[in-house]
């Protein structure tokens, strides 16, 4: 979840009353956020640097709130957001109406896209932020804003970007183009000289901040880059902004640009930035459009910041909420969580809300998400404890914790291991040759420990082992689960198989003593023993596979089928994963007995 760090006071002078730690703590559940931790900027600051108490450091002893929100609430990155949602929802305010400034389309500022962006970032949405009064609060919630998005839902700046501008620096209409870095010429924010843009990114990677952003757009041969009317670059995005039009607490106009690959994503960014801060506006909560002209002649106004209407029924709401609400209740509920709600009757006189979702809950996408905001308004606690209606389990779930159980009287303990595995230890490392149709190999691993999905369970069982080798001996454990392998026929080209493995792990293990558990796990699957070639019940016959003693080792056929083998594991397995005892193992697939 993101955390949002604000001032204690400026947050309770915005809210109109102060509260204690506990009061705001419990404030915080019935809303559905978390007060993660209290500190100071001093403590963040050493905690930061890793400085001792003592030390003499910068910064001030103001109480910061650390607080934890929904990761899909982007309203709630910033204090603004944070205290509208709050006094909405304690019933001090009302849910801002948010609006379009009256201009004629004649008088809108333009933003032409050219067909060069499509093979870049081929989407821009503008707004323009007019009065608006920036105090140093204001200010450095502002750029933080931004940085939260562009952690969040923009992906680190590969879905959007957001560029800030100082409107009364530069002159529309603008265009959006995508140019060969060689023609981009600017000074970028906080730099004194002029960059090209090829020779900009050999700069910025030696920067802390920038550097992580190059990569999206450093092997194209044309990058982004917005001018306006005079040719004065804007933003050279994802990147950086023009030193031109920074804005700074002077800015009176602010010109919003968002570019992006994916509309809808920029389309909630740029709404929330001018939701978030219209209220600081001469005329507020009033956000002026730009228009949009793409190069297929279409052109759009943007920002869209009418709400749209959901319809969702009253019994639906109760039945995912849990409780039995009344349709007046349900209708206050929802206004806390800024949802406007107008009941109505559907045809088979079932009631219904028309329930209007503004543009700064880009998160209520489905009826239940409606439901959960009735939750969160009634309160978690207050929803009647119900035991869940039983749901069949699966065939298969069902005879693996049967399989469980009896395996537990055996006297042999559960583990639970990784389902991915390094390569080695799938292959090399138990005897085995990859043919290249069994393992399914991981595109890109983070770690050389989880390269392959395992393609059997007998990895896993011996590294835990290993691990517990000073465990008093006989260690005997045992894993049910699930094994994948390569499987042409199915549409995603693997298919999954539940095995049952077993290991004897001890100074007098021995092929009879796994042979026995054999024995056990059919007789509680009441499959019985029969003779070579008979297809009504299992036998068992040599088998020569690599990671067992020759000899010590043998298959086990089901119904004519091979299902599974166990025996003695082979020394040099035993070597490559560094267990000193003997071991006897089992493996087989559980599925055939169903």
Not at 105 to 129: N, W
């Amino acid at each position: 979840m993101p955390t949002v760090s604000v001032g204690r006071d400026i947050l309770f002078q915005a809210l109109g009353r102060t509260y204690t730690q506990d009061e705001f703590d419990e404030l915080c559940f019935e809303f559905g956020i978390e007060l993660d931790d209290v500190t100071t900027e001093k403590a963040i600051i050493r905690k930061e640097k890793h400085l001792k108490e003592e030390d003499e450091i910068g910064g001030n002893e103001e109480i910061i709130y650390k607080i934890d929100v929904p990761a899909n609430r982007y309203d709630l990155l910033c204090l603004e957001g944070l205290v509208q949602s709050l006094r909405i929802f304690l019933g001090i305010d009302s849910v801002p109406k948010y609006k379009l400034a009256d201009i004629g389309k004649e008088s809108m500022l333009k933003m032409h896209v050219k067909p060069e962006t499509s093979v870049i970032r081929p989407f821009v949405v503008c707004a323009v932020l007019r009065g608006i009064e920036f105090n140093e609060a204001r200010y450095n919630s502002f750029i933080d804003l931004q940085d939260k998005l562009h952690q969040n839902i923009c992906r680190r700046r590969t879905l959007v970007a957001i560029g800030t501008h100082d409107l009364d620096t530069i002159d529309g209409p603008f265009t959006y183009e995508a140019l060969p870095p060689s023609e981009i010429e600017f000074k970028p924010l906080k730099q004194v000289e002029t960059f090209k843009a090829d020779k900009l990114m050999e700069f910025y990677k030696s920067d802390l901040k920038l550097k992580k952003y190059l990569h999206i757009i450093e092997d194209s041969p044309v990058y982004p880059v917005i001018y306006d009317r005079n040719r004065t670059v804007l933003s050279l995005p994802p990147i950086i902004n023009g030193a031109h039009s920074a804005i700074s607490l002077k800015t009176k106009n602010v010109f919003i640009e968002c570019t992006a690959t994916d509309l809808t994503k920029a389309k909630i960014v740029l709404n929330t930035m001018v939701t978030m801060f219209s209220v600081y506006c001469k005329q507020k909560f009033e956000v002026e459009p730009v228009e949009v002209t793409y190069p297929d002649g279409k052109s759009y106004i943007c920002p869209e910041l009418s709400p749209y209407d959901m319809k969702v029924s009253l019994s639906y709401i109760n039945r995912i909420a849990g409780v039995s609400l009344e349709a007046n209740k349900v209708a206050g509920l929802l206004n806390k969580m800024q949802l406007h709600a107008e009941q109505s009757v559907s045809k088979d006189n079932e009631c219904t809300f028309i329930v209007s979702v503004p543009p700064t809950r880009s998160d209520v996408l489905h009826a239940c998400d409606v439901a959960e905001d009735v939750a969160i308004a009634y309160g978690f606690n207050k929803i009647p404890k119900r035991m869940p209606a039983s749901l069949k389990p699966l065939p298969l779930n069902q005879f693996s914790d049967l399989i469980r159980t009896e395996i537990a009287l055996c006297g042999y303990t559960e583990v639970l291991t990784w389902i991915l595995c390094s390569y080695k230890e799938n292959f090399a490392m138990l005897n085995r040759k990859d043919d290249k149709s069994t393992a399914v190999v991981i595109g890109n691993p983070r770690s050389a420990d989880f390269e392959v999905v395992r393609s059997s369970l007998m990895a896993g069982i011996l590294k835990t082992a290993a691990h517990n080798k000073d465990h008093p001996k006989p260690i005997k454990i045992f894993e049910v689960g699930d094994v994948t392998v390569l499987d042409e026929l199915k549409d995603v080209g693997a298919t999954n198989h539940r095995q049952l493995a077993a290991l004897y792990c001890g100074a007098t293990s021995g092929f009879e003593l796994i042979h026995g558990l054999v024995d056990r796990i059919m007789e509680v699957t009441g499959t019985p023993f029969v003779s070579a070639g008979d297809n009504t019940g299992y036998y068992i016959e040599r088998s020569d596979e690599p990671e067992f003693l020759s000899g010590r080792q043998a298959s086990i056929i089901y119904k004519g089928k091979r299902i599974g083998t166990f025996g003695i594991v082979h020394p040099q397995v035993l070597e490559n994963f560094d267990i000193p005892d003997p071991c006897s193992f089992v493996e087989l697939n559980i599925e055939s007995f169903l």
